[in-house]
């Protein structure tokens, strides 16, 4: 989707070709600036060597050179006055007159996302006085040329905020950011050995001072904290900050530096927010009022939380605009703005501040210096938020099954053995099927049942005036929980799928596999790169961690509708994902949770590979009447045992470890580099992770694994489970007519050791069989990029720059049918 025309569409135009000079010192020599910034040449030597240091080593030359921003009858008239700070929301300090062009050129293609954070970090940390921003345009040129033509397009322009840190600090400031306050203030007082700490309370700004270290005296002299202090704060005029009561606070070494002692001093400084109207409401109230840079303020501060970074590489900012009853809200970086974190951070925002006149917002996407918007999401707020109904099954009739008299004890091991005091164990009886023999021997039992007892009397009487006195109230009937896959991403995922489906129609393109799916392949690169033809062009990435063949299967066949499948599915894994030999817990904890065994009964399905569910569907079946008459019984006679889902909620709220000790088991098979906050997976089902793999840092912290004791390998074959889920897709996609591409995704070279090199070789000769014989299409990427680990987060996994270089080969492959 190309930007709005209204948000500046020539922005980041440039008045002159910048092509033909022949090196940077050269230009400035040679090519006079139109407004020279003082000491151009040592200014100059800094621009180069920094240029110099990220661009050289990837190949690539540049040239720059300095353009004015202000013409020159302003020019001359600034001269003879001085920058002061100036009391506006909008300018405040000296005025930034100069733009910085840099062009760039190598032969080979370079991904502006690659250099944008180390280029825009080495550009700011100069510190140029006066420059606003910086141009970097790059082209490639072919190896028949020796440099791009004049008449040559650029093939991507990025924009680096200059703007000083002082600068930035201040116009924050301005609007009453604390933090921001209290840096400037630290530097106004670092000559002088003080260090300042703030609190904001009742819009009093509370300033306390101490001294760094211990010199002539133990606490700051008034005078001079108040001679820094005053002046700066009065010309900030913070928003929303009536006054500022600053202390001089004896500094206490034996206390660690801690502040325990009544302060020395104190002194009371009115602000001009206490009699100006203009100064006095604070931002939120101004932004609910409709001031568009009172709420700039806001969404920018709540988009770059930390500050460092932001004064660092300069952070995401933002323009609005409002037309026709709608906000449209444009966030740029030199690195593309994550579409969950900055559209759900906007509409909130909106949402809370209920902006008369506005009906709705629209969030755009971009790269600083793109002219075409990398996503765009909108919220109508006059219409009701579409909620996803929870799947309601319809009644059925199930016979109640003749069950065979059960003697007392065994009754009371059975239910023992329900109550956990006992575990049963599998065993296979003389018919050769499955069941549960609990082990229990007759004085052990009986006494732990008699205690159990007790204690169960004893804690109910409790319990039960416990919710009396909290006036807990249940109702007769219970409806059943929401049943769950046991798999938060899965249903977080398929949750989304199904409103996307309802919202904008089924995705052209679904995107399957495991986490290398879902961290390898950017729906939005792919879109990019069909808009011309396809500008409407549909994706969803539904890769889900620990993902084998079994759990695709369970997704296409059994989860999504006929109606849901898209017109291309493009499967994203590996060997590892099909290996029949191991275990497969991802899709053992799908097929034996309640939701999944909820959707076997309704539509009639059979899980004929899970041993686990068949065993533990057969041990429910048989006890199911008993179950349902102990809890009966319970029920009438105990008031606590009703409300036992509240309870456990309510210890779970009040105790939280209580959860941690009960899945401590659990916990020892949780691979925690892939877990990830749901707030990091956009709209798309892609996660963009920024981290590189770097193998003499990430050794040391993570122990190697070779390829003979990797788990994910164990037991490899290629013929079993996976191989019979694989076929079952294959012949549901056929029968629906809808191709199947299978991508075996880049791994790094240190992963692929020489035995995880030979099952790699095995897979790839079983899956180009298949495309033989005319069931799929194989597209081999596991050497792609082996080398660079900047493309990768972990040895086997992909980051976003990976994932941008992927999806580009794929848009681009031959025997995809997009």
Request: with cysteine.
């Amino acid at each position: 989707m190309t930007e709005p025309t209204y948000l500046e569409p020539d922005r980041y135009d440039l008045s002159s070709p910048l092509i033909g000079f022949d090196s940077p010192l050269e230009s400035s020599q040679t090519q006079p600036f139109e407004i020279s910034p003082p000491d151009s040449t040592a200014t100059n030597q800094l621009i180069f060597r920094s240029l110099t240091q990220i661009l050289s080593p990837l190949g690539v030359k540049f040239k720059f050179s300095i353009q004015s921003l202000v013409p020159m009858s302003a020019a001359a008239s600034s001269d003879s006055q001085e920058h002061t700070i100036l009391q506006s929301p909008d300018l405040c300090f000296q005025a930034l007159e100069y733009r910085l062009l840099i062009v760039c050129f190598s032969p080979t293609s370079l991904d502006s996302q690659l250099i944008a954070e180390p280029l825009a970090r080495a550009l700011r940390g100069i510190e140029l006085q006066g420059f606003q921003e910086a141009i970097i345009q790059y082209s490639r040129f072919s190896a028949l040329q020796s440099a791009p033509t004049s008449t040559q397009l650029a093939d991507w322009r990025l924009r680096v905020d200059l703007t000083p840190p002082a600068t930035k600090l201040s116009r924050w400031a301005r609007w009453g950011d604390v933090q921001a306050i209290t840096q400037l203030l630290n530097v106004a007082l670092a000559s002088a050995d003080i260090q300042i700490s703030t609190v904001l309370k009742n819009l009093t700004l509370q300033i306390f001072c101490t001294l760094k270290h211990e010199r002539d005296g133990k606490f700051p002299a008034k005078k001079i904290v108040l001679d820094a202090i005053a002046p700066l704060l009065i010309s900030l005029t913070p928003q929303g900050i009536q006054g500022a009561t600053i202390y001089g606070v004896q500094l206490q070494p034996e206390l660690g530096g801690q502040i325990e002692s009544p302060p020395v001093w104190i002194h009371w400084l009115d602000l001009p927010a206490l009699g100006d109207p203009k100064f006095s409401l604070t931002p939120i109230i101004l932004a609910s009022r409709g001031d568009e840079d009172a709420l700039t303020f806001i969404l920018e501060r709540l988009l770059n939380p930390d500050l460092e970074r932001f004064l660092d590489i300069g952070g995401v900012s933002l323009s609005l605009l409002h037309r026709h009853h709608l906000l449209h809200v444009m966030s740029e970086a030199p690195i593309c703005p994550i579409q969950s974190q900055v559209a759900t951070t906007v509409v909130k925002v909106l949402q809370q501040l209920a902006l008369p006149g506005i009906k709705g917002v629209r969030v755009h996407g971009r790269i600083s210096g793109y002219s075409i918007s990398q996503w765009t999401y909108g919220v109508d707020f006059n219409l009701l938020p579409l909620e996803l109904p929870p799947v309601v099954l319809e009644r059925q009739f199930i016979p109640t099954p003749l069950l065979p008299k059960v003697g007392l004890s065994e009754r009371i091991s059975k239910y023992l053995v329900k109550t956990g005091i006992w575990k049963p164990q599998l065993t296979i009886d003389s018919t050769s099927q499955l069941a549960y023999q609990p082990r229990f021997q007759w004085q052990p039992s009986l006494l732990l049942f008699i205690a159990g007892l007790g204690c169960t009397i004893a804690s109910n009487m409790a319990i039960e005036s416990v919710m009396k006195s909290r006036q807990i109230v249940a109702d007769a009937v219970v409806a059943s929980p929401q049943l769950s896959f046991n798999n938060p991403l899965l249903e977080q995922k398929l949750a989304q799928y199904q409103l996307r489906c309802l919202q904008h129609g089924v995705p052209d393109v679904l995107i399957v596999g495991s986490s290398r799916a879902m961290r390898g392949i950017d729906p939005q690169v792919l879109r990019r790169s069909f808009f011309t033809n396809r500008p409407n062009l549909q994706i969803y990435n539904f890769g889900i961690n620990g993902a084998t063949a079994q759990v695709v299967d369970t997704i296409l066949r059994q989860l999504l509708t006929p109606q849901q499948l898209p017109k291309l599915v493009i499967w994203a894994d590996g060997a590892r994902a099909f290996n029949s030999g191991r275990t497969d817990r991802t899709y053992e904890t799908i097929a034996t949770s309640d939701r999944y065994r909820q959707l076997a009964r309704m539509l009639g399905f059979k899980n004929n590979t899970s041993t686990l569910f068949q065993a533990q569907s057969a041990f429910q079946t048989t006890y199911q009447a008993i179950d349902t008459a102990i809890d009966r019984r319970l029920a009438s006679v105990s008031l606590a045992y009703n409300r036992r889902d509240t309870l456990k909620n309510w210890l779970r709220a009040t105790v939280p470890e209580i959860e941690q000790l009960t899945d401590r088991d659990a916990l020892n098979d949780v691979d925690l580099a892939t877990m990830i906050n749901e707030r990091d997976i956009d709209f798309d089902g892609f996660l963009p992770l920024d981290l590189q793999f770097d193998p003499d840092t990430y050794y040391q912290k993570y122990t190697k694994v070779t390829g003979d004791n990797d788990g994910d390998y164990l037991n490899f074959q290629l013929h079993g489970n996976q191989d019979r889920a694989l076929h079952q897709t294959i012949e549901l996609l056929a029968a629906s007519k809808v191709p199947l591409v299978f991508v075996n995704m880049p791994l790094s070279d240190l992963y692929l050791d020489k035995v995880r090199r030979q099952y790699e070789t095995s897979f790839q000769q079983y899956m180009q069989q298949l495309m033989a014989d005319g069931k799929l299409t194989f597209i081999d990427m596991a050497d792609f990029s082996s080398k660079k680990y900047a493309r990768f987060s972990d040895p086997s996994h992909l980051n976003k720059f990976g994932a941008i270089e992927v999806s580009k080969h794929l848009a681009t492959a031959k025997g995809i049918k997009w």
